[in-house]
Nanobody, 129 residues
Framework: QIHLVESGGGSVQAGGSLRLSCAAT????????MAWFRQVLGKEREGVAA???????RYADSVAGRFTLSRDNAKNTLYLQMNNLSPDDTAVYYC???????????????????????WGQGTQVTVSS
């Protein structure tokens, strides 16, 4: 059975940093296509950062240059390093994995939610001004 478990969320002041982790069991992250999404109550879940099966990373415009997605194959864990956080980054952050790989493509296609079949439970990130 596949499980994705996020951790690392919390409260931080604007300008601060957090690192989210997504530990996978029953699923090998080393060559997987995975992503981080976030959701604010009452709004749609949006893609934040994604990694393709070839290791290419892509980011939403709103986080590019501030967030970095990486993975540790030995630990079967995906990370999201978030720097220079702003109150607009406040959301529940979810880790997700696709059943089919991606190697290239438009951002909107890469983060189509219906392409992701495995989801974590989410971790809250709160950024105060």
């Amino acid at each position: 059975q596949i499980h994705l478990v996020e951790s690392g969320g919390g409260s931080v002041q604007a300008g601060g940093s957090l690192r989210l982790s997504c530990a996978a069991t029953g699923y090998t992250t080393s060559s997987a296509s995975m992503a981080w999404f976030r959701q604010v109550l009452g709004k749609e879940r949006e893609g934040v950062a994604a990694i393709g099966s070839g290791g290419i990373t892509r980011y939403a415009d709103s986080v590019a240059g501030r967030f970095t997605l990486s993975r540790d194959n030995a630990k079967n864990t995906l990370y999201l390093q978030m720097n220079n956080l702003s109150p607009d980054d406040t959301a529940v952050y979810y880790c997700a994995a696709r059943s089919a790989p991606w190697y290239a493509g438009r951002w909107s296609e890469i983060v189509r939610r219906d392409r992701y079949v495995y989801w974590g439970q989410g971790t809250q990130v709160t950024v105060s001004s």
